[in-house]
């Protein structure tokens, strides 16, 4: 009998290592080095490229007006990148991981509006008022969720705010689109012809995606398949995810592999009708 109990021990815990390990230290290991690369390639040349994996280049700032980019100010001094979706003149939406990690706390936001690059040009506005969901988990990502209050901004054509998904579809099946500022491949650099990019991506079910992720999915996660290569990558947390045709907002970029973007396997979102509510107690 105890040799039993001890075989099942080691098949279980042999199950729980199967499972993918997600990226939970964002700042140190993404954010802060990808943030110097864009800078610099910004410094170099016009910034008109791609980074979602597998993705197309955004050439016209009315395509997305309502993502956000964030340059985040760290208190360790130190510069990182995010994104976040406009929901309001006021008010946006973004990971909370990207306002605190276990190993880093942000100091303050430069959320960029109506540009397609992270460190000039655009509506540029500073700010420290950010609510983090009170359920966050910085250890399994769970409720990676936030609120952003900025002063208003005028909205255009350029940038505009994105409605929020509600009820209970759970868009599985269905086609939706991604975009961000991160990488274009694992292991890859920041190239002088890349800025804003976006791609078109199919939702996948909870428990396909709980093969890949194990017990970090819960009911509040809506993921992707990342098939053929394509998904959000490295700094592209905090982003949107959005319907085919872009006029509602169904996740926040929150996870992926620790292992990279292009292992054709799911990446994770907030899902956004799951928490409708809060968000607009909010705005």
């Not at 985040?72 to 909370?96: D, E, W, Y």
């Not at 998904?165 to 689109?177: D, K, L, P, Q």
């Not at 976006?198 to 999915?217: K, L, M, P, S, Y």
Request: one cysteine or more; glycine letters at 10%.
């Amino acid at each position: 009998m105890k040799l039993s109990l001890v075989a099942l021990s080691c098949l279980l815990l042999a199950a729980a290592n199967a499972y993918e390990p997600i990226e939970l230290n964002y700042h140190e290991n993404v954010g802060i080095p990808k943030a110097e690369a864009i800078r610099q390639a910004e410094l170099a040349a016009d910034f008109d490229g791609s980074r979602i994996v597998g993705g197309s280049t955004v050439s016209n700032l009315g395509e997305w007006p309502f993502l956000a980019g964030l340059v985040i100010t760290l208190t360790t001094g130190q510069t990182s990148v995010c994104g976040s979706s406009l929901l309001s003149a006021t008010k946006l939406v973004t990971a909370a991981h990207c306002w605190r990690t276990g190993n880093a706390q942000a100091r303050q936001f430069t959320v960029v509006l109506g540009s397609l690059r992270l460190f000039s040009g655009g509506t540029r506005v500073n700010t420290n008022r950010v609510e983090m969901h009170s359920s966050y988990n910085m250890n399994s990502l769970a409720n990676d969720i936030a609120m952003i209050t900025i002063n208003r901004v005028n909205l255009n054509n350029n940038i505009n705010t994105i409605a929020l998904a509600s009820g209970n579809n759970n868009y599985a099946g269905t086609w939706a689109r991604a975009a961000g500022f991160g990488l274009t491949r694992d292991g890859g650099s920041i190239s002088n012809n890349q800025a804003l990019s976006h791609a078109r991506v199919q939702v996948i079910t909870n428990d396909v995606c709980r093969r890949t992720f194990g017990n970090t999915i819960q009911s509040s996660t809506l993921c992707i398949s990342g098939a053929n290569g394509i998904s959000t990558c490295s700094g592209d947390s905090g982003g949107p995810l959005t319907t085919d045709n872009r006029n509602t907002l169904i996740g926040v970029t929150s996870f992926g592999s620790a292992r990279g973007c292009q292992r054709n396997l799911p990446a994770g979102f907030a899902r956004v009708s799951s928490f409708n509510s809060w968000i607009r107690a909010r705005m």
